[in-house]
């Protein structure tokens, strides 16, 4: 058997491992064009290894086989769709695309939330609501968090070195746990606190321990390891009570923060629904907040035009005043900017969806319980979709047409998760207040390597440089 500590493909087992979790397992060859099986009971998990990720191993499979292509993961038949024609052919307007929910429930062990369609999209209302309320009452927060920031990078010598990847996770640590659980965590000691256990349930430490995790729930090992467990389950208990303090203060008292908490609070859900709910949320929004700033910022730096534009655009909406949700509104090259570095860095590079019944995609045939992965990370590397796919470019989203197909893919628009649309307004505000004030600059000579997992980083700490524009 495949030794699944050895290497780092955590996105597979966390995402995929989780689904399969939950499903016994299903072994039907579907004539679906792809590779068989390289190990009995592995699958093709050490092409995988092999390839260096899950997002590798599937550009290669699709560059061999085409835009539907197949693989196994174990025993189980998993198939892969590359191309936009074919995502729209089997995405389904009903479900949501968020992995986050899928994997996160799986590994935490969640029950609620599997409900019929009308509770379903009543609960992402709700957490929709959640963002905008949030968003809307902690907007001077936010601001001061960000000029914050400004100020510890405005003291530092031009030729200082800053570490971007620490920087952006704890200004995302302390962004998410304010506006999601409100005013204790304006104590650092309460987001350090948190932030440990965070990391302890492998979400803040760049889901390194995930493979471990996910192992676990597949075989059962996770229980005879005393020490791991003891270590997750501790994490998971310090967390939700956390949360179930904050959702008992804030039920039938009214706080002139609203916080994200609150919008699930006065929805028609029990107490446990609103734990898992939050704890989702909170995990999900602190890792993909930080990393959309970090390449947000890494891409800035790498194109002088860009962020020429964009720091233009920013001194033309707001000029010598202050920085409002009304005026932020107006930053539709700032928008591009983040929808270009979504797509570029290929920011949530796999998603996933279980064939609930047997489907058609093209000619072939998806059997009931087939797994089905959408590889993002090759549909927004497409040249056939985005002329030019490598090249940073966010004037592409000038064409109604491209933003069309971005937001069809979840990434935009009504069909983007809340984690996502929370990490959009915060990064925003960020940059405003960032590139109105200083130039941001790349380290001579250092090469970013990218490491893709469910949310994709930099292999190692990225560098930045900055200096004051006045």
Same mark, same amino acid.
């Given at each position: 058997?495949?030794?699944?500590?050895?290497?780092?493909?955590?996105?597979?087992?966390?995402?995929?491992?989780?689904?399969?979790?939950?499903?016994?397992?299903?072994?039907?060859?579907? =004539?679906?064009? =792809?590779?068989?099986?390289?190990?009995?009971?592995?699958?093709?998990?050490?092409?995988?290894?092999?390839?260096?990720?899950?997002?590798?191993?599937?550009?290669?499979?699709?560059?061999?086989?085409?835009?539907?292509?197949?693989?196994?993961?174990?025993?189980?038949?998993?198939?892969?769709?590359?191309?936009?024609?074919?995502?729209?052919?089997?995405?389904?307007?009903?479900?949501?695309?968020?992995?986050?929910?899928?994997?996160?429930?799986?590994?935490?062990?969640?029950?609620?939330?599997?409900?019929?369609? /009308?509770?379903?999209?009543?609960?992402?209302?709700? $957490?929709?609501?959640?963002?905008?309320?949030?968003?809307?009452?902690?907007?001077?927060?936010?601001?001061?968090?960000?000029?914050?920031?400004? !100020?510890?990078?405005?003291?530092?010598?031009?030729?200082?070195?800053?570490?971007?990847?620490?920087?952006?996770?704890?200004?995302?640590?302390?962004?998410?746990?304010?506006?999601?659980?409100?005013?204790?965590?304006?104590? !650092?000691?309460?987001?350090? $606190?948190?932030?440990?256990?965070?990391?302890?349930?492998?979400?803040?430490?760049?889901?390194?321990?995930?493979?471990?995790?996910?192992?676990?729930?597949?075989?059962?090992?996770?229980?005879?390891?005393?020490?791991?467990?003891?270590? +997750?389950?501790?994490?998971?208990?310090?967390?939700?009570?956390?949360?179930?303090?904050?959702?008992?203060?804030?039920?039938?008292?009214?706080?002139?923060?609203?916080?994200?908490? !609150?919008?699930?609070?006065?929805?028609?859900?029990?107490?446990?629904?609103?734990?898992?709910?939050?704890?989702?949320?909170?995990?999900?929004? $602190?890792?993909?907040?930080?990393?959309?700033?970090?390449?947000?910022? $890494?891409?800035?730096?790498?194109?002088?035009?860009?962020?020429?534009?964009?720091?233009?655009?920013?001194?033309?909406?707001?000029?010598? =005043?202050?920085?409002?949700?009304?005026? *932020?509104?107006?930053?539709? +090259?700032?928008?591009?900017?983040?929808?270009?570095?979504?797509?570029?860095?290929?920011?949530?590079?796999?998603?996933?969806?279980?064939?609930?019944?047997?489907?058609?995609?093209?000619?072939? *045939?998806?059997?009931?319980?087939?797994?089905?992965?959408?590889?993002?990370?090759?549909?927004?590397? !497409?040249?056939?979709?985005?002329?030019?796919?490598?090249?940073?470019?966010?004037?592409?989203?000038?064409?109604?047409?491209?933003?069309?197909?971005? /937001?069809?893919?979840?990434?935009? =628009?009504?069909?983007?998760?809340?984690?996502?649309?929370?990490?959009?307004?915060?990064?925003?505000?960020?940059?405003?207040?960032?590139?109105?004030?200083?130039?941001?600059?790349?380290?001579?000579?250092?090469?970013?390597?990218?490491?893709?997992?469910?949310?994709?980083? /930099?292999?190692?700490?990225?560098?930045?440089?900055?200096?004051?524009? +006045?």
């Amino acid at each position: 058997m495949l030794d699944f500590a050895i290497f780092a493909v955590t996105f597979l087992l966390a995402l995929v491992g989780a689904v399969l979790y939950l499903y016994p397992a299903f072994r039907q060859a579907a =004539g679906i064009p =792809g590779i068989t099986p390289t190990e009995e009971k592995d699958g093709n998990l050490p092409d995988i290894v092999n390839s260096g990720s899950l997002h590798e191993f599937l550009v290669n499979l699709h560059e061999r086989y085409g835009p539907v292509v197949s693989f196994w993961f174990g025993r189980r038949l998993v198939v892969s769709l590359g191309t936009v024609d074919v995502l729209k052919q089997h995405i389904n307007p009903n479900k949501t695309l968020d992995p986050f929910e899928t994997m996160l429930k799986s590994l935490l062990r969640y029950q609620s939330g599997g409900g019929n369609v /009308s509770e379903n999209h009543m609960r992402k209302k709700l $957490c929709e609501n959640g963002v905008t309320n949030s968003l809307k009452s902690n907007f001077a927060l936010l601001l001061k968090l960000s000029e914050e920031l400004l !100020d510890k990078w405005l003291s530092y010598p031009e030729t200082q070195h800053v570490p971007l990847s620490q920087h952006m996770l704890g200004f995302a640590m302390k962004s998410v746990t304010q506006m999601v659980m409100g005013s204790t965590f304006e104590n !650092d000691q309460e987001v350090i $606190c948190f932030q440990k256990n965070h990391g302890t349930i492998c979400i803040l430490t760049y889901f390194q321990v995930w493979s471990e995790i996910g192992k676990g729930f597949l075989d059962g090992s996770l229980d005879k390891n005393t020490t791991r467990k003891k270590q +997750y389950e501790d994490a998971l208990v310090q967390l939700e009570s956390v949360l179930r303090n904050i959702i008992k203060e804030r039920k039938g008292r009214n706080f002139s923060q609203h916080i994200f908490i !609150d919008s699930l609070v006065q929805g028609n859900l029990n107490d446990q629904q609103i734990l898992e709910d939050s704890m989702i949320f909170s995990l999900a929004s $602190c890792i993909i907040t930080a990393k959309l700033c970090t390449w947000a910022i $890494c891409f800035l730096t790498t194109s002088e035009e860009v962020q020429k534009k964009l720091y233009e655009e920013i001194n033309q909406v707001f000029g010598n =005043g202050p920085i409002t949700p009304e005026k *932020i509104e107006q930053l539709r +090259y700032c928008q591009h900017v983040l929808c270009e570095t979504v797509r570029t860095a290929k920011l949530t590079p796999v998603s996933a969806q279980l064939q609930d019944i047997e489907g058609k995609i093209d000619q072939f *045939i998806i059997p009931r319980e087939t797994l089905v992965l959408y590889a993002l990370g090759v549909v927004l590397q !497409d040249p056939n979709t985005w002329p030019s796919p490598h090249k940073f470019d966010p004037d592409r989203f000038d064409d109604e047409l491209i933003m069309k197909t971005f /937001s069809s893919l979840g990434f935009s =628009g009504t069909r983007e998760c809340p984690e996502l649309r929370f990490a959009y307004m915060v990064t925003t505000v960020l940059l405003s207040v960032l590139v109105k004030r200083l130039h941001l600059l790349s380290v001579e000579g250092q090469v970013i390597e990218t490491k893709y997992e469910l949310v994709t980083s /930099s292999r190692e700490e990225a560098w930045i440089t900055v200096s004051k524009r +006045y």
